[in-house]
């Protein structure tokens, strides 16, 4: 089953279909929830609320385009939503646990701890243009910012991610 | 000073010609960069910084998500409506005894009952994707 087939039948009242949806996308949105709220009991509760909040906004969602973009709008809500509502003390959160991701390589483990010294900002959309590979227009549209804002965000992320790489921020 | 302005403008404008964005931008700036040694050396690092990201996902969490969002949906199904009729109701019930018991001027007595349903509707009816921003007393927190 493909995301549209999975929405179509969701939207005929099939909440069983749903389940490929949040299979699909809850490592995704478990790793941007941790980034965001910077603790995983945290993210874990956003990142369920954000799929109730998907399942009943369905028939707002637009078959013509990505899943996971729209989705990602009510995930990052309901994360400030939990941060406000809690206030927990954030923990070290983006670097895979090596118990749970053994493949995950030293590397990557650098990089992730990298993008953990970022705050949630530069973070969110480090990780949203590298790894989800969204446009500028995207990424302007699901933080709700003028793509020359998103642009000059970037580039200062982008700059304080190299510090932290080549040591200087760490 | 104005050199640093310089390079940042170019170097905004090779950021998007890097992603794709902008492709004619770097053809415009190849003197800049022939003779801008800072401008090459963040140009090296923007590319290093992407090949670093190759490959990278995002690690398994290991947890189930779907069982407790199945559970909510099953129970939201059979709840929510119910608990948006009672809740009208009971605040209907309740706006009428203030205006049987309490000495309100009619119009605030009217207005009770309408603006305890609206109030139960909007937020049942209330937009998810309406786009929240970075409060600043999460980036006061450094999140």
């Known amino acids: ?61 637009d078959a013509a385009r990505p899943f996971y973009p729209w989705f990602y709008v009510l995930l990052r809500n309901r994360c400030f939503k939990q941060r406000t509502r809690r206030a927990t003390k954030p923990e070290s959160s983006a670097v895979p646990d090596k118990a749970i991701a ?39 549209e699901a933080l709700d910012v003028p793509r020359g804002t998103v642009m000059s965000r970037l580039y200062a992320a982008r700059q304080r991610l190299t510090a932290m790489l080549s040591g200087e921020g760490l | 000073m104005k050199h640093d302005i310089e390079c940042v403008r170019v170097r905004l404008d090779l950021m998007a010609a890097f992603d794709g964005e902008a492709p004619d931008a770097v053809a415009n700036h190849e003197a800049h960069v022939a003779s801008c040694p800072d401008c090459r050396r963040w140009l090296q690092d923007l590319a290093a910084v992407s090949v670093r990201f190759k490959g990278t996902v995002y690690p398994e969490s290991g947890a189930d998500l779907w069982r407790v969002v199945q559970n909510r949906l099953r129970s939201s199904e059979t709840n929510a409506p119910m608990f948006t009729l009672y809740a009208i109701g009971a605040l209907c019930v309740g706006g009428r005894l203030l205006q049987l018991f309490a000495d309100l001027p009619l119009p605030i007595g009217q207005l009770i009952p309408l603006a305890a349903i609206v109030a139960v509707l909007s937020r049942v009816l209330r937009n998810p994707l309406a786009i929240q921003t970075f409060a600043p007393e999460l980036r006061k927190r450094g999140l």
């Not at chain 1, 965001?36 to 369920?48: M, P, R, S, V, Y």
């Not at chain 1, 030293?106 to 530069?122: H, K, M, N, S, V």
């Open chain 1, 1 to 61: 089953m493909d995301d549209a087939a999975a929405i179509r039948a969701c939207l005929t009242g099939n909440v069983d279909a749903f389940r490929h949806l949040v299979d699909q996308y809850q490592s995704r949105a478990l790793a941007h929830a941790r980034m965001l709220t910077g603790n995983a009991a945290d993210a874990a509760d956003a990142a369920q609320d954000a799929f109730v909040d998907a399942f009943r906004s369905l028939y707002t969602f």
């Open chain 1, 102 to 140: 053994p493949a995950v390589s030293e590397e990557q483990l650098d990089l992730w701890r990298a993008i953990d010294q970022l705050t949630a900002e530069d973070a969110e959309l480090v990780v949203l243009k590298h790894i989800e590979g969204w446009t500028y227009d995207e990424l302007a």
